[in-house]
């Protein structure tokens, strides 16, 4: 099956689940993240929308994403 940015996220088939922050648990809104079997990609998801599309992502870009997020870069669109 071939994966492709934009495509249906819960035709994404992958050994990992779904993951997303405990802090929005029961909120019904978050972004859900999920490993793929190739190591290498990360596919997004709005957990509003389960069947809506996916991102991917490689795992670099993850790790800069995450960093920004540790440092304070994105603080500004959560307010």
């Not at 793929?36 to 957990?47: C, F, I, K, Q």
């Not at 809506?52 to 994403?65: C, I």
């Amino acid at each position: 099956m071939e994966i492709f940015n934009g495509m249906a996220a819960d035709g994404i088939e992958a050994a990992a689940p779904w993951q997303k922050a405990q802090l929005s648990v029961g909120t019904g809104s978050c972004v859900e993240f999920r490993a793929l079997d190739d190591g290498e990609t990360v596919a997004v998801r709005n957990s509003r929308f389960p069947g809506g599309p996916a991102l991917l992502f490689t795992r670099s870009e993850v790790e800069a994403m995450l960093d920004g997020a540790r440092n304070g870069e994105f603080d500004h669109l959560a307010r």
